[in-house]
């Protein structure tokens, strides 16, 4: 053990994870991250190759692999700007670290990836920790696996902005439990540049700090002002749209308008139950696999969730935590869509406290629930890979 002098010299309450047990638990994490980082992209690559959709010699494909979609967008953005109200779907954080890269002499795909894969091993590290102020090392680490295996967290170790979003958002919250309240808005305004949930930490912040202070108004101190500045990337885009296309809410116009193949035409909006019941109906009608599996798997991760906040309601986790995840989660709906839900969820992290607390609880259930989620985990690498869309 640490001597009592020693132990205040750790940051930000991380002697608490100077034990056998948290870095035992902590380097098993981290092997585990390697080996899915390596696995995605070895999976992908053969993938790729087996079904014949590549040509060219390896060094070719080895960025190609995932190289599409949202990425080959937030590339044009980071080249070109937002030529189009159809680009403002995408924040600026991505391109922005893109252009960053190619100011260095590093191509947008390696960049991102680089930077992708770095956030996704610091979320590692930060979202034990964050467990450990409130669980055992045992719940700490099974949600901590859970997080990294979960089917769509197969998105944290590609060139997308969900492991970037995760890690300011996890490492937010963390500096907050701390009572660092500035460092801790500084990350959520950088988070809130990076996707729209990232603006959801803005309440949650707050939720916490009231919390903190027993939701006595009159021990509310001046540094409650940072909490000003926690959606500040998103503001700031926002009148970046207002200055270039009159019009705050662009971004979201964009994505509701967006081209996506679909049967029945999204309604979105306050019609958004309605539509997502079209949605449910589509699995079941439509003539397009493609289309039905993307429905079905939104479907699938909406079942998921909603069971989980519950069991956060059930286990009083911190209203912060509800808060966030509630706002993160439950924002995507309202674009009527089931696509994409499975991905978008993994926004709302807490939900993977739930798992840790549930596997504890029913520990035969550990490994056949690691298991379904890792195929489920490969074969949205395969179907990435292979264009067909996993997210």
């Known amino acids: 053990m640490l001597a009592t002098d020693e132990r205040r010299k750790l940051p930000l309450g991380l002697d608490r994870l100077n034990n056998d047990e948290d870095k035992r638990n902590l380097k098993r994490l981290f092997a585990l991250f390697v080996a899915l980082a390596v696995s995605v992209y070895m999976v992908g690559y053969v993938a790729w190759k087996t079904l014949g959709l590549a040509s060219g010699t390896p060094e070719s494909l080895v960025h190609s692999i ?3 979609w949202d990425v080959l967008n937030y590339v044009i953005i980071s080249q070109d700007g937002y030529t189009t109200t159809n680009y403002t779907v995408w924040f600026p954080g991505m391109p922005m670290i893109m252009w960053a890269g190619a100011q260095l002499g590093i191509a947008e795909w390696l960049s991102g990836t680089i930077v992708v894969l770095a956030c996704a091993a610091l979320l590692t590290l930060a979202f034990y ?11 700490a680490r099974d949600a901590t696996l859970f997080l990294l ?8 170790f590609i060139p997308y902005t969900e492991a970037i979003l995760l890690a300011l958002a996890v490492c937010s919250l963390y500096l907050a439990r701390q009572g660092k309240w500035a460092p801790a808005c ?3 305004a950088l988070a809130s540049i990076v996707r729209l949930p990232g603006a959801f930490l803005a309440p949650a912040l707050l939720v916490e700090y009231l919390h903190q202070r027993n939701w006595r108004w009159q021990e509310i101190r001046a540094d409650v002002a940072w909490i000003s500045i926690a959606p500040a990337g998103a503001i700031a885009y926002m009148v970046y749209l207002w200055q270039k296309y009159d019009d705050l809410l662009a971004y979201s116009h964009a994505q509701r308008d ?12 306050f019609h958004f139950i309605p539509s997502l019941i079209d949605e449910v109906r589509v699995i079941f009608t439509t003539p397009s696999v493609s289309e039905g599996v993307q429905n079905a798997a939104g479907l699938l991760g909406l079942l998921v969730f909603v069971p989980l906040f519950l069991l956060m309601l059930w286990y009083r986790m911190r209203p912060s935590y509800i808060v966030y995840s509630a706002l993160a989660a ?3 709906l309202t674009l009527g869509r089931l696509e994409s839900v499975n991905r978008y969820i993994i926004a709302a992290f807490p939900m993977f406290l739930v798992i840790g607390l549930v596997v504890q609880k029913e520990p035969r259930a550990r490994w056949p629930l690691a298991f379904l989620c ?3 985990f490969f074969a949205s690498a395969v179907r990435f890979s292979t264009y067909n869309w996993a997210g």
Do not use: K, W, Y
């Not at 295996?149 to 944290?156: D, G, N, T, V, Y």
């Not at 967006?258 to 909006?269: N, P, Y």
């Open 66 to 68: 995932f190289d599409r």
């Open 149 to 156: 295996i979960f089917p769509s967290s197969f998105f944290l």
């Open 186 to 188: 500084i990350l959520a």
């Open 374 to 376: 890792l195929v489920l």
């Open 330 to 332: 439950f924002s995507s």
């Open 129 to 139: 920790a964050l467990a450990r102020l409130d669980f055992d090392a045992a719940t």
């Open 258 to 269: 967006f081209f996506r193949l679909e049967t029945i035409q999204t309604r979105g909006g």
